[in-house]
């Protein structure tokens, strides 16, 4: 199975932790996508770090959903600085809203249509 | 405050569910644009429902993130038949893949931009 860009994050074994990042931007989004990109290659260094899913409806909601192993992991990204300088930075420039809810998997399923041989 | 319907579901007091459903759909969406509005109707019946998120990248991922008061709330929903009907129509029409994440919020945070003056 390919690792497509836009394939979900998986279903993992419960219980692991997901961070649900829903944002409204602005119109400020001066070194907003190096900014996000850098977040991106950082987080991969976390350990227990699962994977993250984006989802951006052109100029509405995005939606960015973490998922880590354990509440140390995202602890351990909550605490990083160069992380938490980016976040004040989105506060003063690049959000208008944001919300953040973390939570403790309980249940997972994942679904992937069989290949029919009739689809090239 | 207007609601805004891109204003993202408010960060509730812990604890809560969130129910995140990542997924690429297929070519084949006929009638997927009604049953997605007949869920989205529905759900608002389920007592403990609190509010729903969603964002779609053009011809990528969307994520829908369902938020619910307690798990009984959530099974409800579950259970409901049309809702069942639409996931057996899903899993053989519109979607390639999907995965399921069902996690009870322990820690939630808001943030909204205070008004600008000079912003119209």
Known sequence: MNNHSEAPVEAYEPPYYVAVFTAVRTQEQSDY???????????????????MDHAQTPGGLGITVGYFRDAGALAEWRSNAEHRAAQKRGQVE????????????????????AQSPAAG
């Open 94 to 113: 690049w959000y208008r809203s944001y919300t953040l809810h973390v939570a403790k998997v309980e249940r997972s399923y994942g679904f992937t249509r």
């Open 33 to 51: 996508s190096e900014t996000n990109a850098r977040m991106e290659d950082l987080v991969k260094d976390v350990p227990g770090f699962l994977g």
